[in-house]
Structures are given as structure tokens and as C-alpha cells.
């Protein structure tokens, strides 16, 4: 914990929307329950990881035997690989539009934008010279990171990454 102060355009933002957009937004699951620390608390981290409420941890759940994303990835997709929601992610990214992102923000109100720039899965939202030693093609062709950045600074609103 810090003692300094915020900044007062944070303090004066009032809403902001943080962005989290992976390859896990494809099958777009996750069960619906208590929260994650509450089932923590209650039965356990296994427990509280198994039942996750985050979409975006859809690959770790699938590895836990008996969790709910694995029953639903079972029975929606049978035994195909969270890999093959990577590549149809990142096809994907051919038709996305940052500015319609970011006109959406902006009519919604938000004076910021952070954007999950990679995931647990390691994908990454930017072409890279560093690929991912252990996954072919885990990245972007786009610089998803830098035009959602251009977009929302050219509508005023400041751009933030995590």
C-alpha cells in the first residue's frame, strides 16, 4: 500500500473500461456461482479455481478434472484444444475495428481504457520478435495494443495497459 494520492484525472474519471480480450473469449464460458474467494474461503483454492466465475481463465479450468468448463468444453466442443480457439481468435482479429471500440466507449461514458495487453494463456495482442517458445503462433499479426491505443487517445480518453 501506497500513500500517495491519486491523480486527480483518475478521481475525476468516474468510469473507465477495462478490457480483457483473449482467445477465451471464443467459447466465451464460465460457470455462474459464488464468488471465487467466498469458495475459497469455504472449500478450498482447488475449489475456488475449479468453479472460477472469469472467462478468462477458461484454460486453466479445463485442466481441472470435474470443473464445470471442463464438463461444458466436453460436451460443446468434445475433445478439441484450447489451441484451436487461439487460431480462430486470432483470425478473428482481421474484422475487429478499434474505432468502433472505441466509439462505444466513449458514448458510454469512460474517460479511460486498459487493455489486457496477455493472458494466463500467453497470447499476445501484438506482433513480437520474442514469440512464445513453447506455443507456434500465439500472437497477433495486429498491433491490437497499439491501434486500440491511437483510437481512444484520438477520442480524449487516456489509454492504460496491463
Avoid: C
Amino acid at each position: 500500500m501506497t500513500d500517495r494520492a491519486l491523480p486527480a484525472w483518475f478521481d475525476d474519471a468516474k468510469l473507465g473500461i477495462f478490457v480483457h480480450w483473449t482467445a477465451a473469449a471464443v467459447p466465451a464460458f464460465a460457470p455462474v456461482g459464488p464468488s471465487p474467494f467466498e469458495l475459497a474461503a469455504e472449500q478450498g483454492q482447488e475449489a475456488a479455481f475449479a468453479q472460477s466465475p472469469y472467462v478468462e481463465w477458461y484454460q486453466n479450468s479445463l485442466a481441472i478434472e470435474g470443473s464445470p468448463v471442463q464438463r461444458y468444453h466436453a460436451a460443446t466442443y468434445g475433445d478439441l484444444p484450447y489451441d484451436a480457439f487461439v487460431r480462430e481468435f486470432l483470425d478473428g482479429h482481421r474484422g475487429w475495428s478499434p474505432h468502433a471500440w472505441a466509439d462505444l466507449f466513449q458514448q458510454a461514458g469512460a474517460k479511460y481504457v486498459v487493455l489486457v495487453t496477455k493472458h494466463h494463456d500467453g497470447v499476445l495482442l501484438w506482433p513480437s520478435a520474442h514469440r512464445n517458445p513453447h506455443k507456434h503462433g500465439w500472437q497477433s499479426d495486429r498491433d491490437v495494443v497499439g491501434e486500440l491505443a491511437a483510437a481512444v487517445r484520438d477520442r480524449n480518453m487516456r489509454f492504460g495497459t496491463y
